[in-house]
């Protein structure tokens, strides 16, 4: 899995049936320091993430095992909302508590 | 999935016998500003996507889960045609009405 | 699925035993434009390509979605021989008649 | 499989339900030579592994062929600790005994 | 599939309970002029593949299509050691007839 912040939306009608309820974000990754990549990823929501929240998503098959994408063809989804990461010691990363 | 715009087809009579009647498109990818990145992908069309339409597309075995790809040896679909795509509160991409 | 330009064989005669009677080509990969990024693949032929020819190839499990490499350690398969690419408005590619 | 030495943890309290129990560890990326690589993941940790051991991890759907992750949105699992990497006949890498 | 050379061993006492048995095998990535690229792959080896030898390595979900990987955490396998590559009409690669 990798890191993402939630900085978008995507709506789209014209779609593969299967899809219909799905919500679509759109991520920027982020590399282990918190710091944006420059790379994006578009993810079916699985844990009702919100815009600016930093979150962890899977891609590949692990993206359908989840009851809202099973058997549909999404290839990135939000699994959890990050509340720390730590990394060599330090928090790199902590989920506001207001949020 | 990613972002790509519908550039061209392409045409192919001899391939694997499960591929009649599928269509490929050839997509540009685009970055999260709608930039074209000089990537492309060869996918299968399961929305009736047009020249010039802004897609979400799915790769790896995503791409299978429709009723036109189940089964067959296609790893890219494009399963959605993008309406809008916005980003820190600003659009980056709206699909003219006229399409 | 991207594109491919038939440039070799490979001969491995010590391989897991399902693979026995499948043809690996070598593939150099080719971009949009048709030119080479460097890149190559080793794949499984499924559509009877010959040196030279350009073609369409899948990755992933995709690539065992044929009756030549079904259950089989194959991540890549040649699923179709390439006739023409256009790509905004201009052939980019077309197959020779005489190929 | 690549190598990966653990650095972190990250904590998700809201995350997908089936993901309950799972531990998620900070893996920076490790070249041939035992040299950080920039990269990183986060995977599920199927074998007990510990902040600073270095570890042998596998990405895609071979991630949820351990009893803890199977049929989870998990695309990246630590399954082994590595004790040594021997390459052209040199030690890069030995277990400290004390671990 | 791609090129590698079998350059060392990785061992592992702790690791998932199903890899018992497996054989860890460390490759160095080749091009198709069979230069190293700089990239590796640690893979479980289905072949009985030895130190030097040139070999083609399947990954993702077609490194279990091997009785000895089947339903293991495992996205790398060694599925057959190469005789000869040739491209554009020149051997590139040829096995020593002494290995």
Redesign the interface.
Known sequence: ???GRV??????????P??GGLK?L?L?QL??EGQETGG????AD???AGLGEVV?Y?????????KL?D???????I??????????GVV?YEKAEAD
């Open positions: 899995m990798l890191l900085v978008g939306t995507l709506v789209a009608t014209r779609k593969e299967s899809l679509f759109v920027k590399d282990i994006y990823r578009v993810a699985a844990v009702g962890l899977a891609t590949g098959s692990a993206a359908r095992q989840t994408t058997r549909r063809p999404c290839d990135a989804v699994m959890a909302i990050v509340d720390t990461v730590e990394v060599d790199k």
